[in-house]
């Protein structure tokens, strides 16, 4: 006998080939959402009177009773084929055989599948947010002290621990913008577009949106059934905060070994060996590294899947689900860790002004300072402190020394004139801490700075969060109105 849900055009089925297609092993995040979808549905349904009031009371008392820990049922094809099923069950075909006049499984999962998008990507947003807060508190703990500023891992200039700290900041509020972004054109809603063609059904698309959270429609019916660049987007802003954040658990990692020393990780976040007693590995700093990869691979997999797809719903697009899933779960849970791995980070100030002392790394300022007191042309003064810096090295003197006595000799012959420079003057051109006061641009590594651009990343990190809250809010507020139609149809019926 064929599945009367699936219809009587296919008579025979294969249990095995039934289990390949099912998605019914990830449809458990999207249980609540197809839940509120179908009494949306119904309400819309019964306000166009396509239904009778018995009809949509005895099916809203139905879906207001479905359990929100619902567990799904291995042997069924997916929640919409499952909830359908237990409808039936419940309230007899009489009644559930109205849920899904004028919507198709393809709306329905569009809509489901936006719905927990955007509540993930609420839930990554808050997540960065820690990790701005974080990266905020560590900077007010040692945002003036000196470290090395690299290129290519190379010790490059001087900067502060409060500059380095900036970067990552900026990064991850670049983060939080893109799923801002992209929470825009997520928050659209596909019911109403039916399979892919619209129905003759009675339906008040822009009613079902406002019940369901939405900011708008989308708008063709086919494209909304059959689109997935939402979760394309998605995914990539996932994969972009993983990269970023794979940046600093490398950090982390480097800051914490012994060569580095700059950091220690709370033990927390560390595990020993199995075998040697005296390790301290910082494992979720390296699970997070990990993870980034995973991330990526998501993406790479997602977007392989739906390329060259003709137009309209394919099932193929049911197998980006667990990808998104499997992304989202694992940046949320990357950004968690590291916001609370950050704010217990300890940076050792001795090791880091250590560091910059004799470094070399302010030879960039001397050569400035030969253009600005001497008048020698930059790539000439380039040249003359490249010379004197190799010359240290080879003989194992500091830049100091070699300074003193070779400059004027050096500059003599590669600028036509002798350059002398007294001990005092020196010795400010090459001391970090007086260099790094010399820095003159905007987003420049100035400790002066650091009051100003904690009072602006707080200002950032308060809009973020507002953001957050009042999309939560909006959509607490569509929730409500949802129950309250419920209950003014129930009302009605009642009368």
């Given at each position: 006998?064929?599945?009367?849900l699936?219809?009587?055009?296919?008579?025979?089925?294969?249990?095995?080939?039934?289990?390949?297609?099912?998605?019914?092993?990830?449809?458990?995040?999207?249980?609540?959402?197809?839940?509120?979808?179908?009494?949306?549905?119904?309400?819309?349904?019964?306000?166009?009177?396509?239904?009778s009031?018995?009809?949509?009371?005895?099916?809203?008392?139905?879906?207001?009773?479905?359990?929100?820990?619902?567990?799904?049922?291995?042997?069924?094809?997916?929640?919409?084929?499952?909830?359908?099923?237990?409808?039936?069950?419940?309230i007899?075909?009489?009644?559930?055989?109205?849920?899904?006049?004028?919507?198709?499984?393809?709306?329905?999962?569009?809509?489901?599948?936006?719905?927990?998008?955007?509540?993930?990507?609420?839930?990554?947003?808050?997540?960065?947010?820690?990790?701005?807060?974080?990266?905020?508190?560590?900077?007010?703990?040692?945002?003036?002290?000196?470290?090395?500023?690299?290129?290519?891992?190379?010790?490059?200039?001087?900067?502060?621990?409060?500059?380095?700290?900036?970067?990552?900041?900026?990064?991850?509020?670049?983060?939080?913008?893109?799923?801002?972004q992209?929470?825009?054109?997520?928050?659209?809603?596909?019911?109403?577009?039916?399979?892919?063609?619209?129905?003759?059904?009675?339906?008040?698309?822009?009613?079902?949106?406002?019940?369901?959270?939405?900011?708008?429609?989308?708008?063709?019916?086919?494209?909304?059934?059959?689109s997935?660049?939402?979760?394309?987007?998605?995914?990539?802003?996932?994969a972009?905060?993983?990269v970023?954040?794979?940046?600093?658990?490398?950090?982390?990692?480097?800051?914490?070994s012994?060569?580095?020393?700059?950091?220690?990780?709370?033990?927390?976040?560390?595990?020993?060996?199995?075998?040697?007693?005296?390790?301290?590995?910082?494992?979720?700093?390296?699970?997070?590294?990990?993870?980034?990869?995973?991330?990526?691979?998501e993406?790479?997999?997602?977007?392989?899947?739906?390329?060259?797809?003709?137009?309209?719903?394919?099932?193929?697009?049911?197998?980006?689900?667990?990808?998104?899933?499997?992304?989202?779960?694992?940046?949320?849970?990357?950004?968690?860790?590291?916001?609370?791995?950050?704010?217990?980070?300890?940076?050792?100030?001795?090791?880091?002004?250590?560091?910059?002392?004799?470094?070399?790394?302010?030879?960039?300022?001397?050569?400035?300072?030969?253009?600005?007191?001497?008048?020698?042309?930059?790539?000439?003064?380039?040249?003359?402190?490249?010379?004197?810096?190799?010359?240290?090295?080879?003989?194992?003197?500091?830049?100091?020394?070699?300074?003193?006595?070779?400059?004027?000799?050096?500059?003599?012959?590669?600028?036509?004139?002798?350059?002398?420079?007294?001990?005092?003057?020196?010795?400010?051109?090459?001391?970090?801490?007086?260099?790094?006061e010399?820095?003159?641009t905007?987003?420049?590594?100035?400790?002066?700075?650091?009051?100003?651009?904690?009072?602006?990343?707080?200002?950032?990190?308060?809009?973020?969060?507002?953001?957050?809250?009042?999309?939560?809010?909006?959509?607490?507020?569509?929730?409500?109105?949802?129950?309250?139609?419920?209950?003014?149809?129930?009302?009605?019926?009642?009368?």
């Amino acid at each position: 006998m064929p599945n009367i849900l699936r219809g009587s055009r296919v008579r025979r089925s294969s249990k095995r080939a039934n289990d390949f297609v099912s998605s019914i092993g990830f449809d458990g995040p999207l249980v609540n959402h197809v839940v509120s979808i179908n009494m949306a549905h119904m309400l819309a349904l019964a306000r166009s009177k396509e239904v009778s009031p018995e009809v949509a009371s005895a099916s809203l008392r139905f879906l207001m009773g479905v359990p929100s820990n619902l567990v799904l049922d291995p042997s069924t094809e997916d929640v919409h084929h499952m909830l359908e099923q237990e409808a039936i069950k419940a309230i007899g075909m009489d009644k559930a055989g109205y849920l899904n006049l004028g919507k198709s499984r393809n709306d329905q999962v569009a809509t489901a599948l936006r719905m927990e998008t955007r509540a993930r990507l609420l839930d990554l947003s808050t997540a960065l947010c820690g990790v701005q807060r974080s990266l905020v508190l560590l900077a007010r703990r040692y945002g003036k002290l000196p470290m090395p500023g690299y290129t290519h891992l190379q010790h490059a200039q001087p900067i502060t621990v409060a500059h380095h700290l900036q970067g990552y900041f900026e990064a991850v509020q670049r983060d939080l913008e893109r799923a801002g972004q992209a929470y825009g054109r997520v928050n659209r809603s596909p019911m109403g577009a039916a399979a892919l063609a619209g129905t003759s059904v009675r339906l008040d698309r822009d009613f079902v949106a406002s019940l369901l959270g939405f900011d708008g429609l989308a708008q063709s019916a086919m494209d909304a059934v059959s689109s997935r660049d939402f979760a394309l987007e998605t995914l990539s802003v996932a994969a972009m905060a993983m990269v970023n954040l794979g940046r600093m658990a490398e950090e982390i990692i480097l800051w914490s070994s012994s060569e580095f020393g700059f950091a220690e990780v709370a033990d927390e976040y560390s595990a020993t060996s199995s075998i040697m007693p005296q390790k301290k590995n910082p494992v979720v700093a390296e699970t997070v590294r990990a993870k980034c990869g995973s991330v990526l691979g998501e993406l790479t997999a997602s977007f392989a899947i739906a390329k060259a797809l003709p137009n309209s719903y394919n099932l193929d697009l049911q197998e980006v689900t667990p990808h998104l899933w499997r992304a989202t779960d694992d940046t949320i849970a990357s950004a968690t860790l590291m916001a609370e791995m950050l704010s217990s980070l300890k940076l050792d100030p001795e090791r880091l002004m250590g560091s910059v002392a004799g470094d070399m790394s302010t030879a960039t300022e001397l050569a400035n300072h030969l253009v600005r007191e001497y008048q020698v042309p930059f790539r000439q003064a380039h040249a003359i402190v490249g010379d004197i810096v190799r010359m240290s090295l080879e003989r194992g003197s500091t830049l100091q020394e070699t300074v003193l006595k070779e400059l004027p000799s050096v500059s003599s012959r590669i600028a036509g004139k002798a350059v002398k420079i007294d001990k005092q003057r020196l010795a400010n051109v090459l001391d970090a801490l007086k260099t790094l006061e010399l820095t003159r641009t905007e987003g420049g590594a100035n400790p002066r700075s650091v009051p100003r651009l904690l009072l602006e990343d707080s200002r950032y990190l308060k809009q973020n969060l507002s953001w957050i809250a009042r999309t939560r809010g909006s959509l607490k507020e569509a929730e409500g109105r949802l129950r309250e139609q419920v209950a003014k149809n129930e009302v009605e019926v009642r009368r």
